[in-house]
């Protein structure tokens, strides 16, 4: 069982950044991926950033460019960045791990809200 733990979100103004924060509650001994995704109300969820075990990132089109993902090595908090915020990044931010076993256990966490005000 892993239970994770969002931080970081707030009331931002439109071009300014947030550094999402998650912490595990124990050391990820073996993963597959791990990352962040968000929902906005009355919208599709959406992978906003992934990282691998061996450190390969993936970001969504809707933040390349201006988004920052990180973890620790071995990873129990891993981290989103998000720089330039538009109003169109409001949403609830969930940080992810799929463990690296025969299902690929996914747990998530709570969320934590990010608006970004125009």
């Known amino acids: 069982q892993v239970q994770l733990v969002e931080s970081g979100g707030g009331l931002v103004q439109s071009g300014g950044f947030l550094r999402l924060s998650c912490v595990a509650s124990?050391?990820?001994?073996?993963?597959?991926?791990m990352g962040w995704y968000r929902q906005a109300p009355g919208k599709q969820r959406e992978l906003v950033a992934e990282?691998?075990?061996?450190?390969?990132?993936s970001y969504s089109n809707s933040v390349e460019g201006r988004s920052t993902i990180s973890r620790d090595n071995p990873p129990n908090s891993w981290y989103l960045q998000i720089n330039n915020l538009e109003p169109e990044d409001t949403a609830v931010y969930y940080c992810?791990?799929?463990?690296?076993?025969?299902?690929?256990?996914?747990?998530w966490g709570q969320g934590t809200q990010v608006t970004v005000s125009s």
């Open positions: 990282i691998t075990p061996r450190g390969t990132i």
């Open positions: 992810y791990v799929k463990l690296n076993d025969y299902l690929r256990t996914h747990y």
């Open positions: 124990r050391r990820i001994s073996d993963f597959s991926a």
